[in-house]
């Protein structure tokens, strides 16, 4: 039987790829003692990769396809198909961003303060082009870790950190001047791994159910019947993604009115329902919307 060979990334990405996995469909069991998770699908092979060494290992072949950041593959340059964004990091639904921060009371205010000055990341490769880009010298040292401490300890004039929130950022004493990029997860394919139609097809359908998965992220189904006289009033709160769902109930002057809504307008929406007729209402989760 054919299969492809997907990488899972290790680390800060995993727990949120897992869990978009899971509402696609795909049930990934991780074990501990290895790196090789069991999926219940029997056309996919899965591997765990730290998601900086991902790009690689997809361009090399070792992997058909896989998940880590377009950070990563910006800064190796990684010859792979970019198959699909997907707007999340590893901790949220959003993407992240890496940003220039300085010592809380450092004198510098811009990017342009550090000419001549020492930045610590580990996105050097990326850091580099963006000062480069900038035309401000900087020299730009490689940080295995523990970045955001370079500062406060004198190995660096300022860092490149990774970011969602910015509370780590400012937990050390540090102050964002710029912002250098904005990244999110890609699903990336080998290009041999690509032009096999199999592979091809089988990488086209994750990327289809993750992507429903993630649209389907804050949103949930709502039901309700009400009379039909009752409908018009009741149908202009509902918003939607196109229009509801109206049905007849069988020999009744009842309608059962369907419709999917975000869910944070749920807790305001269900009193107002009511006045105005609604009753049987029914929430429920979504795990895709395609």
């Given at each position: 039987?054919s299969?492809?060979?997907l990488?899972?990334?290790?680390g800060?990405?995993?727990?949120?790829?897992?869990?978009l996995f899971?509402?696609?469909?795909?049930?990934?069991?991780?074990?501990e003692?290895?790196?090789?998770?069991?999926i219940?699908?029997?056309e996919?092979t899965?591997?765990?990769?730290?998601?900086k060494?991902?790009a690689?290992?997809?361009?090399?072949?070792?992997?058909d396809?896989?998940?880590t950041?377009k950070?990563?593959?910006l800064?190796?340059?990684?010859?792979?198909?970019?198959?699909?964004?997907?707007?999340y990091?590893?901790?949220?639904?959003?993407?992240?961003?890496?940003?220039l921060?300085?010592?809380?009371?450092?004198?510098?205010?811009?990017?342009?303060?550090?000419?001549?000055k020492?930045?610590a990341?580990?996105?050097?490769?990326?850091?580099?082009r963006w000062?480069?880009?900038?035309?401000?010298?900087?020299?730009?040292?490689?940080?295995w870790g523990?970045?955001?401490?370079?500062v406060?300890?004198?190995?660096a004039?300022?860092?490149?950190?990774?970011?969602?929130?910015g509370?780590?950022?400012?937990?050390?004493?540090?102050?964002?001047?710029?912002?250098?990029?904005?990244?999110?997860t890609q699903?990336?394919?080998?290009?041999a791994?690509?032009?096999?139609?199999?592979?091809q097809?089988?990488?086209r359908?994750?990327?289809?159910?993750?992507?429903?998965?993630?649209?389907?992220?804050?949103?949930?189904?709502?039901k309700?019947?009400?009379?039909?006289?009752?409908?018009g009033?009741?149908?202009e709160?509902?918003?939607?993604l196109n229009?509801?769902?109206?049905?007849?109930?069988?020999?009744?002057?009842?309608?059962s009115v369907?419709?999917?809504?975000?869910?944070?307008?749920v807790r305001?929406?269900?009193?107002?329902?009511?006045?105005?007729?609604?009753e049987?209402?029914?929430?429920?989760p979504?795990n895709?919307?395609?």
């Amino acid at each position: 039987m054919s299969k492809i060979s997907l990488g899972i990334p290790k680390g800060s990405l995993e727990k949120t790829t897992l869990e978009l996995f899971a509402r696609a469909g795909w049930r990934i069991n991780v074990n501990e003692r290895n790196y090789f998770p069991d999926i219940d699908d029997p056309e996919i092979t899965c591997s765990l990769a730290k998601a900086k060494e991902m790009a690689n290992y997809v361009a090399d072949g070792t992997l058909d396809v896989g998940l880590t950041g377009k950070d990563w593959c910006l800064e190796y340059d990684s010859q792979v198909v970019v198959v699909d964004d997907f707007l999340y990091s590893k901790t949220s639904y959003n993407p992240a961003r890496w940003v220039l921060a300085v010592g809380g009371d450092s004198p510098y205010q811009t990017p342009e303060d550090l000419a001549g000055k020492r930045v610590a990341t580990e996105l050097v490769n990326v850091t580099k082009r963006w000062f480069a880009g900038l035309g401000i010298p900087v020299t730009v040292i490689f940080s295995w870790g523990a970045t955001e401490a370079k500062v406060v300890s004198g190995l660096a004039d300022a860092v490149v950190e990774v970011t969602e929130t910015g509370s780590t950022i400012r937990a050390h004493s540090l102050r964002i001047i710029s912002e250098v990029m904005q990244t999110n997860t890609q699903l990336i394919a080998n290009p041999a791994a690509w032009e096999d139609e199999f592979k091809q097809a089988k990488i086209r359908q994750v990327a289809l159910l993750l992507k429903g998965a993630l649209k389907a992220y804050g949103l949930v189904g709502l039901k309700l019947n009400v009379r039909e006289r009752d409908a018009g009033e009741v149908i202009e709160l509902l918003p939607s993604l196109n229009a509801p769902t109206v049905a007849h109930l069988y020999k009744t002057d009842w309608l059962s009115v369907e419709t999917v809504i975000s869910d944070s307008v749920v807790r305001e929406l269900i009193p107002r329902l009511l006045e105005r007729g609604a009753e049987g209402i029914i929430e429920y989760p979504l795990n895709k919307v395609i």
